[in-house]
């Protein structure tokens, strides 16, 4: 009989040749797979010696794109910087537009060297050795070809200075040394982080050396569900990764709900997954809800996902979940000195005009006229919506938007390719839902001295001007007035007023303001030597000559100002003049209308956010860089691994405090505040196991968030045998009718068995143990002392006459012994 030939038409890149191998694996076994292998190694290297592909400065294609690109954004950023000016937005506001901008303008160029190099010449070597997934990746190609973009400091924090060449055009000086910031962090990273990373592996291996497949099943009822997500491809695609492999923990009916359609029991292959993936909700098997007191039984565990079979009894998986976790790190580590440093962080999804145009979309209906965090004014959608885009050629385009989307150009605007049409986002977003972890606290200073106006708009706080003034010491006017016609009056450390012939003089324990005529007169009573060039160059009074639209500034030359509001009133702090000489807005404060001059003072003006705490008050006098108010922001930082490590150990360790400082929101008080509302609605036993289920979740997300940001995926089951060990063990409040002692740390599964026995039951409270502590409150001392602290774990134990069972693989090593896992040490010993 003749074998049957497959035939694939299509290129095969990484990903393809990795779903032949294991769909090959499935069908045909290990042994086939093998010759496969050697199959595909030998035709790879074959035609790789014919090719002979090399890199050429010619083959490095830059997009036409890219200066329209770049100049729209320096546009973006410029509005953004004059509505900072203008007091509409904050520092922390603008810095964020910045990063937001530059990194959208990355992502759009990076797209656009993609369709360029696709259209262009589809073997290039650049496109053929990228998208292959053979060498180098699209990070690097986007330096080559593209920006460079942001850059991240040596502690990971954003220079909001961008890099706009790429390496093919070359760096300009400043950019040259910017990207040395980068190249340090890379360098540096690689030096130390790597060994961060393996004592992370070693500190999980000894967590979870001894766990193990122990039993073919622990007949546990229980299991994890899986809420299946369709929203988009990618929500899918992990939805059906976490269920192939895994073992159904309930019945799965049809819609009528009166036929078993895949029953409990049944294993999910990739067949089977697509079938059930309808079913909104999904129990499945997992080591979390396994029964056993040592290691897992086969069907909570599932599939060996080496090869697609059912895992084996004596399968060492704790072992394999320990690698599985650390080794991505140590490799992501070192793949950072590649990037050189370049700011990796999230980037929105936006929608692009496809070609040069006319917008055009409903606004009266279906959505809400809005202002975004950065000051601009856009359009929220709370219905699907349909936008047309009608071009030069009255070809017309349909793009349809979900709703909770940001539309920022208006109705019948004219735009360009690629431009930023709109963004998506969500509801949450819009309703400027804080999220309050991560959050740290920024002073904005003042950049003027002078008088503080805190400006009200619908009974909130809507901004804080600073109408420039010139502050001389308290101490330097003290000696002025004394030698004055008030010199029998004390002084009192409060702010005081001090009546002259002409007008007051305001003074206050360290500041005060004095006008140019009053520091010319009380110069004449005293001995002060006061400068006069001195006075005329620092202190200034601003006139405007109505008529003649002309403003008379001593030491400046300035022409041409028109007064943007044409019914002018004293003390208006909205004020805005504009000097047609540099087209700039400059905001100021009318302190004087006469019939022939207006008499105005400078003034900056501060936004002020929800999350602020302010620090001055009103109408009182500041120097220039004193603290305005505090704003609460959230730091943006690269989430490279680097960044992301520290935060897996965090979890992992179960840390309560980090750099002296309480980590808000830490595992512990999660789980305490969790464990309280449960036991107002449950008994202790279902509130302890609630709870525990909801951090154990919370935990696994957690790590998968930092590793799935990297493009590295991690099976669920890996992390949750680690979990399982952290989650494990509970703390005895009532002892009720047994002998073990108040406040003893027992397992969870060994005190529930000992609760079915006892009429008063024993009560408990859910705890989670770091994976250090973890390693050092094993099963067994040799374990212990061989990872820490070996003279203390030592005289521990023989103090207290400690027993080990020689059960997991470090005790057994040490000894000498044959370790007890493998699939064929079952056949001579007792597992």
């Known amino acids: 009989m003749k074998e049957k030939t497959l035939y694939c038409n299509k290129t095969f890149d990484k990903t393809e040749i990795r779903k032949l191998i294991e769909w090959f694996t499935y069908n045909y076994g290990s042994i086939k797979t093998n010759k496969l292998l050697d199959k595909l190694k030998l035709n790879g290297f074959n035609y790789a010696t014919k090719a002979g592909i090399s890199l050429g400065l010619e083959d490095l294609k830059i997009p036409k794109i890219k200066k329209t690109l770049i100049n729209n954004t320096e546009k973006d950023i410029g509005k953004s910087e004059f509505k900072l000016k203008k007091g509409k937005i ?18 759009l160029l990076k797209n656009e060297i993609i369709i360029n190099l696709r259209q262009t010449d589809l073997l290039n070597p650049v496109y053929m050795m990228t998208f292959s997934g053979a060498r180098g990746n699209i990070s690097q190609i986007r330096q080559l070809i593209g920006m460079r973009g942001l850059m991240s400091d040596s502690q990971g924090q954003i220079i909001n200075l ?12 400043t950019e040259y040394f910017i990207s040395c910031n980068g190249a340090r962090k890379g360098l540096v990273d690689t030096a130390l982080k790597t060994a961060n990373s393996g004592y992370l592996t070693r500190r999980l291996i000894y967590a979870s050396q001894s766990q193990k497949i122990r039993r073919p099943n622990c007949n546990s009822n229980n299991g994890i569900m899986v809420v299946v997500n369709k929203n988009n491809k990618e929500k899918y695609k992990s939805t059906l990764d976490v269920l192939i492999g895994r073992v159904l923990a309930r019945n799965i009916t049809n819609e009528n709900k009166d036929l078993i359609v895949f029953q409990k029991g049944q294993d999910i292959c990739r067949y089977i997954a697509k079938k059930i993936i309808k079913t909104k909700k999904i129990y499945i098997r997992s080591p979390l809800t396994c029964r056993l007191n040592m290691g897992v039984c086969q069907l909570c565990y599932g599939w060996d996902l080496g090869n697609g079979r059912i895992a084996q009894l004596g399968e060492s ?9 650390g080794e991505p790190g140590t490799q992501l580590t070192m793949r950072t000195f590649h990037t050189g440093g370049v700011f990796a962080g999230e980037v929105v999804e936006t929608i692009n005009a496809p070609e040069n145009g006319i917008v055009n979309y409903n606004s009266k209906f279906g959505g809400k006229k809005i202002e975004t965090k950065y000051g601009e004014k856009a359009f929220f959608t709370l219905k699907e919506k349909r936008i047309e885009l009608l071009t030069n050629t009255n070809i017309k385009s349909v793009i349809k938007v979900p709703k909770y989307t940001i539309l920022f150009t208006k109705p ?30 920024k002073e904005i200073r003042t950049e003027i001295s002078g008088k503080v106006n805190i400006h009200k708009k619908n009974e909130k706080k809507d901004s804080i001007w600073i109408t420039s003034g010139n502050i001389i010491s308290f101490q330097l006017i003290n000696k002025a007035l004394k030698s004055y016609e008030i010199k029998k009056k004390k002084f009192s450390l409060k702010e005081t007023k001090y009546k002259t012939k002409n007008e007051d003089i305001k003074i206050s324990t360290n500041t005060s303001t004095i006008t140019l005529n009053t520091l010319k007169k009380l110069n004449k009573f005293n001995k002060l030597k006061i400068n006069k060039s001195e006075i005329e160059k620092n202190y200034i009074v601003e006139k405007i000559n109505k008529k003649n639209k002309k403003i008379f500034v001593k030491k400046q030359t300035v022409e041409k100002v028109i007064l943007k509001q044409k019914k002018s009133k004293a003390n208006n702090i909205k004020e805005y003049i504009n000097i047609k000489r540099d ?41 220039k860089n004193n603290v305005i108010y505090y704003t609460i922001y959230k730091k943006q930082k690269t989430e490279d691994i680097v960044e992301g490590l520290p935060k897996i150990e965090e979890l992992i360790e179960a840390k309560r405090i980090s750099n002296l400082e309480t980590i808000k929101s830490n595992t512990h008080d999660k789980l305490k505040k969790t464990f309280q509302s449960f036991e107002k609605k449950y008994k202790n036993s279902i509130a302890v196991k609630k709870s525990i289920e909801k951090i154990q979740t919370y935990l696994i997300n957690k790590i998968q968030r930092v590793y799935s940001a990297q493009s590295v995926k991690i099976a669920n089951k890996h992390m949750e045998i680690v979990v399982k060990q952290m989650t494990s063990r509970v703390i005895v409040i009532d002892r009720g009718d047994s002998e073990i002692i108040t406040g003893e740390i027992i397992e969870l599964n060994k005190l529930e068995k000992t609760n079915k026995t006892l009429e008063n039951q024993i009560t408990y409270e859910p705890i989670i143990i770091g994976i250090t502590k973890l390693s050092l409150s094993n099963q067994s001392f040799i374990s212990e002392a061989s990872f820490q602290e070996t003279t203390r774990v030592l005289t521990r134990s023989a103090v207290e006459g400690k027993i080990d069972w020689l059960y997991g693989l470090k005790e057994n090593i040490i000894l000498g012994n044959l370790i007890p896992i493998g699939t064929g040490y079952k056949k001579s010993y007792n597992i």
């Open 162 to 173: 961008p890099i706009k060449n790429n390496l093919k055009e070359g760096l300009k000086i």
């Open 583 to 623: 087209f700039n807005e400059k905001p100021a404060q009318i302190i004087e209308i006469q019939e022939k001059l207006i008499i105005v003072r400078k003034g900056k003006p501060n936004f002020v956010s929800e999350m602020t705490k302010i620090n001055v008050k009103n109408n009182t006098l500041i120097k």
């Open 317 to 325: 998986v704790g072992i394999l979940a320990a690698q599985s976790i």
């Open 90 to 107: 904050n520092t922390v506001q603008h810095a964020e537009k910045i990063t937001k901008s530059w990194s959208i303008t990355n992502d």
């Open 412 to 441: 019948n605007k004219k735009v360009f390719r690629k431009q930023i049409i709109g963004e998506f986002s969500t509801l949450k977003s819009i309703k400027n839902i804080k999220d309050k972890s991560d959050k740290q606290q």
